[in-house]
Nanobody, 114 residues
Framework: QVHFVESGGGSVQAGGSLTLLCTTS????????IGWYRQAPGKERELVAA???????AYADSVKGRFTISRNLGKSTVHLQLDNLKPEDTAVYYC????????WGPGTQVTVSS
């Protein structure tokens, strides 16, 4: 019954920024850990950022210092701020629970040109 829908992707040049939004239904994001994942063509889906129920955040080494994950205390939403984007960030980005994952949502495409 839990659904995740991602939005906010787009096409930008290297060094640009995007803000991704994860909206959920049937879930209180304050109670579980949420992760942002991405999957590039020919590669496996990978975790890039996560936020726990107590607000603790973690990032993949490849995005540290450039991406920021946050949650809204009053809404079932999680944001991912992407700054200083690089071509290697090009992928479809997804959000989901870190544990007992729901079906994957549609994802949102991020394309970074050099």
């Amino acid at each position: 019954q839990v659904h995740f829908v991602e939005s906010g992707g787009g096409s930008v040049q290297a060094g640009g920024s995007l803000t991704l939004l994860c909206t959920t239904s049937g879930l209180d994001v304050m109670l579980v850990a949420i992760g942002w994942y991405r999957q590039a063509p020919g590669k496996e889906r990978e975790l890039v950022a996560a936020i726990s129920s107590d607000g603790t955040t973690a990032y993949a080494d490849s995005v540290k210092g450039r991406f920021t994950i946050s949650r809204n205390l009053g809404k079932s939403t999680v944001h991912l701020q992407l700054d200083n984007l690089k071509p290697e960030d090009t992928a479809v980005y997804y959000c989901n629970r870190r544990i007992q994952q729901a079906d994957w949502g549609p994802g949102t495409q991020v394309t970074v040109s050099s």
